[in-house]
């Protein structure tokens, strides 16, 4: 696959967590049983990027690493050098100091090195911004409108029903989840386990963003245009995330959730949402492709 060929530090460590697997498998039989379903959200005192709930966030992750990796090394070697030197030119040990002023090698090689190690840096960032553009077979499409203040979501090829996304009271959740307040939706966005997903985006007034951090996608909802991008959810679980782009006074209140789950229960949902949402106003769900012309109802409506 053509994201673990570019990361292959990546595929490295999937190798060693897959030997890990393995062994804990061996140990421990009773875990061969299906995956429990994980929490994609933000943790109190958490650090680092959230939890990869599939592809691309995994990609997002290699990247942040090599990053890190760099940065760290940079900031030894520069902490480093400027010890020696306060201690070996210490007025003490140096108390004439030198003249010197330039020193033509070292000027090159501090002019070099570190366009190399942007060098390093650009080339698999550019390769992730193309590789979360857009997904060449896609096995799901889903519209996303953003909208003050809720999102409206529609399945063009499952029946095309269209449905709104509001967040949920913080009464309505059960005990154990009241972490979830404003990421809790009473409608989230339901997609099969392994499936790639590709987005729509449209904005109905002002620009929102969709973003859910640990599927790794983010995209703006912009008036009048129409955007594409992807994501692949690889574990059973629930993601979430927030309009991060401040949209109004509720833009605290545009949760994001997506539900991943077995093919037959993406199916039966599917059933059961063609007539729960049948008589849902589907007033101007935006076009299911990317191509699609400029929207002049949401033009209209956005000028209101
Ligand atoms: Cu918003």
Request: hydrophobic share 55%; proline share 6%; net charge negative.
């Given at each position: 696959m053509r994201a673990s060929k570019i990361w292959r530090h990546g595929a490295a460590a999937a190798c060693g967590a897959a030997g890990f697997a393995a062994a804990m498998?061996?140990?421990?039989?009773?875990?061969?049983?299906?995956?429990?379903?994980?929490?994609?959200?933000?943790?109190?005192?958490?650090?680092?990027?959230?939890?990869?709930?599939?592809?691309?966030?995994?990609?997002?992750?290699?990247?942040?690493?090599l990053v890190l990796?760099?940065?760290?090394?940079?900031?030894?070697?520069?902490?480093?050098?400027?010890?020696?030197?306060?201690?070996?030119?210490?007025?003490?040990?140096?108390?004439t100091a030198s003249r010197t002023s330039h020193n033509t090698i070292l000027e090159v090689a501090w002019t070099v090195v570190p366009v190399l190690i942007l060098l390093v840096i650009a080339i698999p960032s550019f390769r992730l911004i193309y590789y979360q553009d857009r997904v060449p077979s896609a096995d799901l499409t889903i519209n996303v409108q953003g909208r003050q203040w809720f999102w409206r979501y529609a399945y063009p090829e499952n029946g095309n029903f269209t449905f709104d996304s509001y967040p949920l009271q913080e009464d309505e959740l059960p005990a154990d989840q009241r972490h979830l307040y404003r990421?809790?939706?009473?409608?989230?966005?339901?997609?099969?386990i392994g499936a790639n997903v590709r987005v729509i985006t449209t904005g109905a007034d002002v620009i929102h963003s969709f973003f859910v951090p640990s599927l790794g996608v983010q995209k703006y909802t912009i008036p009048g245009r129409t955007l594409e991008t992807w994501f692949r959810a690889d574990r059973p679980g629930t993601f979430y995330g927030q309009c991060n782009q401040i949209c109004g006074t509720n833009h605290a209140f545009m949760p994001i959730a997506v539900r991943a789950v077995p093919r037959a229960e993406f199916d039966a949902w599917v059933a059961d949402a063609r007539t729960r949402f049948a008589q849902a106003p589907a007033v101007d769900a935006p076009a299911a492709v990317a191509e699609a012309a400029i929207d002049t109802t949401l033009m209209a409506e956005a000028r209101r």
């Open positions: 498998l061996l140990a421990f039989p009773g875990l061969a049983q299906e995956a429990a379903p994980m929490t994609g959200a933000p943790t109190a005192w958490g650090l680092g990027l959230q939890q990869s709930g599939g592809v691309v966030k995994d990609v997002i992750h290699d990247f942040n690493e990796y760099i940065i760290i090394a940079i900031v030894v070697f520069v902490a480093g050098l400027m010890g020696y030197i306060i201690w070996r030119y210490r007025e003490a040990k140096n108390a990421l809790a939706v009473d409608n989230p966005l339901v997609v099969p």
